[in-house]
């Protein structure tokens, strides 16, 4: 590794200045630059620009910086909008193919009941997100003991707790109570929230309850939505011509039995479940309408195409969501479905895929970096506020991923890293402090 920003904590107070610079720094929400800079100080971003601008401006201030180069690129931390770092020990499920949703299951199912160390496993997961460049999560959790991770590991994000297989009779009874319970137990730092897992793994009460229970406590939702075949549209009118909405049935797949063809999308809608305070994953089996449904309701779709494609699935519509103009992140989600936890992979795989489906923009690499970064920030809310993350701009959060990328150019700088940048992450820096690196030696530190 070439140049790795690599500091001393010990040297670094909280009213000190640190100026990274970059052959290439990205800042998302602005163009590319050229021999850019970040400057950092107490965990925030004080001044994004051309190294001599900031170097310029702070010296004008009687600020005197210490300055880390790095020869590659400079970029937001990553964000995975979907993942389940509790299962980073199934990797065994993730390295195979399957003829789709219930053969995978049926894998799943049986690695899923032996014995497992989950907070081990999440711990190990977590740490493979730091090493990949990404600074936030959306963690879905099923065991107790994976809750503390994201507090424990310093990655920002949410954590859900997963909820699943209750009956309305059982929920009412106690399902709700132990469920508040569970949501009670979830660190607020970094984040908390409900993940009900899927429209045809609950019956229609809990889906109803779920997000009140978050919104009166204004946190969060994130559910899987469109990711098996049988939860897209199908022929049918249903009961007596009736329309599925007036027909007190008790879950989806009971409204499927009796011979509607509303999907998932349309269900979940149609009881409140779907806003701009919920984000769904893999959005795979949706039609023009579903996906305009999304959008009508400010609802992100993180997007995870490597993991479709082991459980064989069809490839998601990433080159109409961009047409369209959807809000889209990207995820791993786990290793029991997908290679590796690395989400540049997934924005490489999502960069060929729209190019199979026919997308033909000029601004392709861009807009799927800008997906892995500022569309995840935006998936769990935290593009606002002033924890802001996702881009580089004064006043964010100075979460920044470094990457071993050659660059020529802007252009070519940014298609190598949407290409080829998986496995290529050299440092990552989280509020400011750099939590890996790939090269640990301290470099010498320049004083303007």
Same mark, same amino acid.
Request: proline residues 5%; charged residues 20%; glycine residues 10%.
């Given at each position: ?18 100026? =990274?610079?970059?052959?290439? $720094?990205?800042?998302?929400? #602005? ?19 051309? +190294? ?40 065994? $499920? ?51 003991? &994976? ?6 590991? *310093? ?20 399902? +709700? ?26 019956? #229609? ?80 089996? /949706?039609? &023009? ?48 479905? !997908?290679? !590796?936890?690395?989400? /540049? ?12 489906? *026919? =997308? ?15 569309? *995840? ?11 802001? @993350? ?29 290409? &080829?940048?998986?496995?290529? &992450? !050299?440092?990552?820096?989280?509020? *400011?402090?750099? $939590?890996?690196?790939?090269? @640990? ?8």
């Amino acid at each position: 590794m070439t140049g790795a920003p690599v500091q001393n904590a010990a040297t670094t107070s909280t009213n000190d200045v640190t100026v =990274y610079t970059a052959t290439l $720094v990205i800042p998302i929400t #602005a163009p590319p630059i050229l021999g850019g800079a970040v400057a950092v100080r107490g965990g925030k971003i004080v001044h994004v620009g051309e +190294r001599a601008w900031v170097t310029e401006s702070l010296a004008e201030q009687g600020v005197v910086a210490r300055e880390v180069h790095h020869d590659g690129i400079l970029m937001p931390g990553l964000v995975n909008a979907h993942s389940h770092l509790q299962y980073t020990g199934m990797a065994a $499920v993730g390295q195979r193919q399957y003829n789709g949703f219930e053969d995978w299951a049926e894998a799943f199912n049986r690695d899923y009941v032996l014995p497992h160390d989950w907070y081990a496993d999440a711990m190990a997961g977590a740490q493979s997100l730091l090493r990949a460049g990404t600074t936030s999560v959306a963690d879905i959790v099923t065991d107790p003991t &994976a809750i503390p991770v994201l507090h424990e590991s *310093g990655l920002h994000g949410i954590t859900y707790w997963e909820v699943m297989s209750w009956t309305n009779e059982d929920w009412q009874e106690r399902g +709700r109570q132990l469920i508040v319970e569970e949501l009670d137990r979830i660190p607020t730092t970094p984040g908390a929230g409900l993940s009900p897992h899927a429209p045809y793994s609950l019956d #229609a009460i809990p889906l109803l309850d779920i997000p009140d229970i978050v919104r009166q406590r204004g946190l969060r939702t994130h559910l899987h939505l469109g990711e098996a075949a049988f939860e897209g549209e199908r022929d049918g009118s249903g009961v007596d011509g009736e329309p599925w909405q007036m027909v007190k049935l008790e879950s989806f797949r009971a409204m499927r039995s009796a011979g509607f063809g509303m999907s998932a999308t349309e269900f979940v809608d149609q009881l409140g479940v779907l806003g701009p305070d919920c984000h769904v994953a893999h959005g795979v089996y /949706m039609t &023009a309408s579903d996906r305009a449904l999304l959008r009508k309701r400010g609802t992100s779709v993180a997007l995870c195409p490597r993991s479709n494609e082991v459980i064989g699935l069809d490839a998601p519509p990433v080159a109409e969501y961009l047409v369209e103009g959807s809000p889209i992140a990207i995820g791993t989600d786990s290793l029991s479905s !997908s290679p !590796s936890l690395d989400l /540049m992979h997934d924005v490489a795989t999502l960069v060929e895929v729209a190019r199979s489906q *026919g =997308y033909r923009g000029d601004d392709l690499h861009e807009r799927i970096l800008s997906a892995a970064t500022l569309g *995840g920030a935006h998936a769990l809310g935290l593009d606002l506020g002033p924890d802001r @993350t996702g881009y580089l701009a004064v006043g964010a959060r100075a979460d920044l991923a470094f990457f071993d990328v050659p660059v020529v150019s802007v252009a070519d700088g940014i298609v190598a890293l949407a290409e &080829a940048g998986a496995g290529r &992450a !050299s440092a990552t820096m989280i509020g *400011g402090e750099l $939590v890996w690196a790939a090269d @640990t030696t301290e470099l010498e530190v320049s004083r303007g």
